[in-house]
């Protein structure tokens, strides 16, 4: 289940965007995090099963054009290849099916692998 991120997720979600490339150090963590938190823009959830938050998955979103950019996905370590991944992003095209939805190039290798039957909706 997609649970959209507040701030009491704030410790499991910074462990799983960790996990992403492109975060190098805590500051840079605790800025992603805080960005979440306070721009109206950027959106957060995180991925629940049975009682386990073990994905996250964030987007840059433009309201007026109507455009999103998947910015950061991850998964926890033991609960990949397991399908989690090419769910998150199947689940955000049907929450953002009035969007057209794009991946930021450390995403888009995995997003072009995810068989998006939605593709005549995506960059
Ligand atoms: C990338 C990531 C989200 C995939 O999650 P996952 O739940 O394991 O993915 P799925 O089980 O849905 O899909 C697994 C497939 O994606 C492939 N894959 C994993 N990471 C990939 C990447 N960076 N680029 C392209 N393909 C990738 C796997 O090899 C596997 O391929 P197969 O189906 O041919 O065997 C996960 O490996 C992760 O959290 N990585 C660390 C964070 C990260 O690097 N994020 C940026 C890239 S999305």
């Not at 960790?18 to 721009?39: A, C, H, R």
Request: some cysteine; charged content about 30%.
């Amino acid at each position: 289940m997609l649970i959209r991120y507040k701030k009491n997720l704030e410790k499991i979600a910074m462990g799983l965007l960790s996990f992403m490339p492109t975060v190098k150090d805590v500051k840079t963590l605790q800025d992603m995090i805080k960005q979440y938190e306070t721009d109206p823009n950027w959106h957060l959830y995180l991925w629940k099963d049975d009682d386990d938050m073990i994905g996250v998955i964030g987007l840059k979103v433009n309201e007026e054009e109507k455009q999103a950019v998947i910015q950061h996905l991850s998964v926890s370590p033991s609960h990949r290849n397991q399908g989690i991944g090419k769910l998150l992003i199947s689940e955000i095209h049907q929450q953002y099916n009035q969007y057209q939805i794009c991946a930021e190039e450390v995403i888009d290798g995995f997003y072009k692998k995810c068989d998006l039957e939605y593709d005549s909706h995506s960059k």
